[in-house]
C-alpha cells in the first residue's frame, strides 16, 4: 500500500504569507505526527493526533502553528505570518496507534521563507 | 525536560570495520527504543527497534539497550559505504517518540 505523502514538497513563500503542508498518513494508521528539522539538526516534535483529536501540541513553537485532521486521516499545518526561522523541512509521520510503535515518515516539505 | 543525547560526529570507520553508535535517554518511564537512519536529503526509515534489556540482532544490525545505564547502542558489521547516512536514535515519551539530533556516519573504502 501507499505509503505517507506530503505536499508540497518544495515550499518558497515570502515572509509574512501564511502556507499550509498537507499529510496524508497511511490508511488505518490513527496516530499521526508533525515534525521540523532545521539543517543538520534533529528532529523537532510539534504536534500529534490521535485520530482527528490533538492531545499534545506541546511542541508548536508559537501561535502561528496550528494543525488540524479531518476524518481521522489527512493533517494539514498551517503557519500564519511565516518568518524566516520557519524555514525547515517538515515532515509528517503516521503510526497504527500511539505510542511506542513505529513510526513511518513522509519525504517532507521544504519550506523556505524569504 | 525528556532528552535524548547523541554525539553529532562524524564518525567515520573504513569498509568492513564495526560501526558504534551510542545514545543515552532521560527519562526512566521509556520503555521503546527505535534506531532510524537518513540519508542526505531524505525522510528517516526505521532500521530497529529494541523494548528488552540485553541485544537484539538482524542481519548485520544489533540494538543494544541497558535500563539502568539508560544506554542504547546500535552495533553495524561489516560496514559498507551504503551505511554512510544520520542515525537518530529514539525513545518513546507517552504517545510520542523524543529524538536524538543524530550522529552522523561515514564508512569509507
Known amino acids: 500500500g501507499a505509503g505517507v505523502s506530503q505536499s508540497p514538497s518544495n515550499k518558497v513563500t515570502e515572509k509574512g504569507k501564511d502556507v499550509e503542508l498537507r499529510c496524508d498518513p497511511i490508511s488505518g494508521h490513527t496516530a499521526l505526527y508533525w515534525y521540523r528539522q532545521s539543517l543538520g539538526q534533529g528532529l523537532e516534535f510539534l504536534i500529534y493526533?490521535?485520530?482527528?483529536?490533538?492531545?499534545?501540541k506541546s511542541g508548536l513553537p508559537s501561535d502561528r502553528f496550528s494543525a488540524e485532521r479531518t476524518g481521522g486521516s489527512v493533517s494539514t499545518l498551517t503557519i500564519q505570518r511565516t518568518q524566516q526561522e520557519d524555514s525547515a523541512v517538515y515532515l509528517c509521520?503516521?503510526?497504527?496507534?500511539?505510542?511506542?510503535?513505529?513510526?513511518?515518515f513522509g519525504p517532507g516539505t521544504r519550506l523556505t521563507v524569504l | 525536560q525528556k532528552e535524548v543525547e547523541q554525539n553529532s560526529g562524524p564518525l567515520s570507520v573504513p569498509e568492513g570495520a564495526i560501526a558504534s553508535l551510542n545514545c543515552t535517554y532521560s527519562d526512566r518511564g521509556s520503555q521503546s527504543f527505535f534506531w532510524y537512519r537518513q540519508y542526505s536529503g531524505k525522510s528517516p526509515e526505521l532500521i530497529m527497534f529494541i523494548y528488552s534489556n540485553g541485544d537484539k540482532e538482524d542481519g548485520r544490525f544489533t540494538a543494544q539497550l541497558n535500563k539502568a545505564s539508560q544506554y542504547v547502542s546500535l552495533l553495524i558489521r561489516d560496514s559498507q559505504p551504503s551505511d554512510s547516512a544520520t542515525y537518530l536514535c529514539?525513545?518513546?515519551?507517552?504517545?510520542?517518540?523524543?529524538f536524538g539530533t543524530g550522529t552522523r556516519l561515514q564508512v569509507f573504502p
Open positions: 509521520a503516521s503510526s497504527l496507534v500511539p505510542g511506542g510503535n513505529e513510526q513511518f
Open positions: 529514539a525513545a518513546d515519551n507517552t504517545d510520542k517518540l523524543i
Open positions: 493526533f490521535q485520530g482527528n483529536s490533538a492531545p499534545d
